[in-house]
């Protein structure tokens, strides 16, 4: 299986999850390029979803099932399927409730597809104000394979580099991140979020430093990360 991303509204980013013969389209923003691309490769559309409720992810959604004979998924459903079927493959839905109630995941070995829940450079927003379920969500990704590719639902890297540089001006890896950046295909791995995102480097003692320095509570890995979300 494959994994193309598509770029609309600004800084906007869907998919289209596709193998020999057919597609799944996740949040069709870009509907027009996707239905390009779909009949260029002589593809079959078969579900049209999201990766959360929000209005920027779900605009699409009519005209890609309408071009097409695609069934469309309500994104509440989709936890409890677990899983969606592309050409003998499964692609896995993973629950991670924080930036809305309904967000999920979808991966297939190597890729992360992961909507509003994890950007390149920077988690989320915790639009839900459940910061501990977030939490809990986030740590469910990082059990993934530090070579899996994270593609996110907005390009905001240059805004959270800043963030993280931020928290840890000596970061090294920060400009080494900045300079592979390249917003027409725009993705990191696992491993390398795991080297800016602060986020995601809570036992840090730079980040812990960080946060003492802003008077924030630091006791535990837990309240690190509320003292982070703090910030936002
Ligand atoms: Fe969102």
């Not at 980013?13 to 002589?42: K, N, R, T, W």
């Not at 059990?143 to 639902?153: A, H, S």
């Not at 993280?164 to 990191?188: C, G, K, Q, W």
């Not at 812990?208 to 703090?230: A, C, D, G, I």
Request: charged share 25%; with cysteine; hydrophobic share 35%.
């Amino acid at each position: 299986m494959k994994v193309k991303q598509f770029r609309y509204s600004a800084d906007n980013l869907g998919y289209l999850i596709y193998g020999e013969e057919s597609a799944i389209a996740v949040d069709g923003g870009a509907f027009e390029q996707m239905l390009s691309f779909i009949e260029e490769h002589c593809l079959e559309l078969r579900i049209v979803t999201n990766t959360h409720s929000h209005g920027d992810h779900t605009c699409g959604n009519r005209e890609l099932a309408e071009a097409t004979e695609a069934e469309f998924i309500n994104v509440g459903e989709l936890p409890s399927r677990r899983t969606l079927p592309l050409e003998g493959s499964r692609i896995d839905i993973i629950h991670t409730p924080g930036h809305t109630a309904d967000s999920v995941c979808f991966y297939i070995p190597g890729i992360l597809v992961s909507g509003d829940t994890l950007f390149n450079g920077k988690v989320g927003r915790c639009f839900t104000g459940d910061i501990r379920t977030f939490y809990k969500s986030i740590r469910k990704l990082l059990e993934l394979p530090g070579d899996t590719v994270i593609y996110g639902g907005h390009d905001y890297v240059r805004e959270y580099l800043e963030f993280a540089r931020m928290v840890e001006p000596s970061n090294s890896f920060i400009n080494a991140y900045l300079r592979r950046y390249d917003p027409t295909h725009v993705f990191a791995s696992l491993e390398e979020e795991l080297k800016v995102d602060p986020f995601l480097r809570l036992n840090e003692p730079s980040v812990t430093s960080f946060l003492k320095s802003r008077n924030l509570p630091v006791s535990t890995e837990y309240q690190r990360w509320e003292s982070l979300m703090s910030l936002m």
